[in-house]
Every structure is written in structure tokens, then in C-alpha cells.
């Protein structure tokens, strides 16, 4: 999936670059990468931090599973390469993104490891932090927030995360929120004060 088809082709670079965005958005460009269990939270939090960041006059923009889904993705299932494909494409989109100077944030279940990790080279490492929207599977499951983990038990899905496909907890997450445990706002205060940190200037590398 990942043969260059189009080889006679030349990067074009307009001097308009990153940088020149970023400073014009007075911040930096950054992703955080929400993972978990469907219903663990990513959509409510995720949404919920741009509302902050927007408020403060940051340019934002939220990716999420079910609307590429819709849309770009429309053309996957969920097996396992299609899931692979499917977060290499966000991850390209959310690259030009950075690019464009906007501060990201993806709500991705992303179940397996090796494709997180894909993820975050094809992002690259400095600019992209995991943050594990952890709920134990029983408690989504009973949140059942789109009634798919019934469907799912009834083996009218395949390849449903938590019930018959895997999720690999993060390694080594730059912030873990335990939202069984947590309000909602409490999760978004510690995540937005979080992605403060991660825009100081001592934290920006370039
Ligand atoms: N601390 C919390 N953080 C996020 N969602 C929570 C929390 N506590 C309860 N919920 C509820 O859990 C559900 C999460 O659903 P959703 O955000 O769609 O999950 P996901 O996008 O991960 O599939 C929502 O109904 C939300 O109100
Ligand atoms: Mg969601």
C-alpha cells in the first residue's frame, strides 16, 4: 500500500511555510493522538478540549474515527490491514495539517500498537503525543453510547474491538485520563492544561 505509484513527481515548496503559519497563528502546530476502547471517550473529550482551545483563539481541528469513516475511509472495513491503511491515511492528512499550522487532535481508536508507532513516524516524534483514553471495557460497554457492543456480542459485527478484535494498551502514552474514574471536565482540564505544556516555547522543539 505504501508503493509510490506516481515516481515522475517534485515536491513544490512555496515560501509560505510552516513556520510562517505558526507565527501568524501565534502557536505552535502539534498532534495529540486520542486512543482507546470505543465509548472509552476520545469523540466527548476530544471535541470538548477544541472547544477550550477554540475559545482561546487557537486554530484547531478535531479528525475523527466515524466521520473519515464517512468520507475518505469510506472504502475500508475493519480488518486488520484496513485499519492499517485507514490510520496511515489520517496520518498523512494530519502531517499536511501540521503543515497548514493547525494544533490537531484525532479521536482514532488505533487498537494496535505497530500502527500507533507507524503513526508517529510518518507525523514525526516531535510533534506528536498519545494520549490513552483508558475505561475498562465493561464500563464502555455499558456506556454502549452507539449500541454496537450488543450488535457486536450478538456476532452481528465483526471485528469488534474489546469484543473480537484486540486493543493494545499504549506503552508509553504522554498522558493517560481514566475516564471510569474522571468527569468529563476533569479529563478536559488535565488534558487541556497538558496540551499548554506541550506549546511553551522550552517545549517546542524544532
Ligand atoms: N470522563 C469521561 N470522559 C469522556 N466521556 C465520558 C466520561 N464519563 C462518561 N463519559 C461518557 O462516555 C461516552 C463516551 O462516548 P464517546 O466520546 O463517543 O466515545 P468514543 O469516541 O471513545 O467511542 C459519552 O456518552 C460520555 O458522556
Ligand atoms: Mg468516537
Redesign the pocket.
Known sequence: MNMLKSPNTVVYRGKIDRLARESLNRHPAKVFWFT??????????AHAVEEELYRSGMRTYVFDGDNVRHGLCGDLSFSPEARAENLRRIAEMVKLFLDAGILCLT?FISPLERDRQKVREIVGERDFFEIY?KCPVEVCEE?D?KGLYKLARAGKIQNYTGVSAPYEEPLSPSLVVE?DS???Q??VDRIVSFVMEQLEPEHVSR
Open positions: 482507546g476502547l470505543s465509548g472509552s471517550g476520545k469523540s466527548t473529550l479521536a483514553v456506556r453510547v475516564t474522571c468527569t468529563v476533569g479529563c
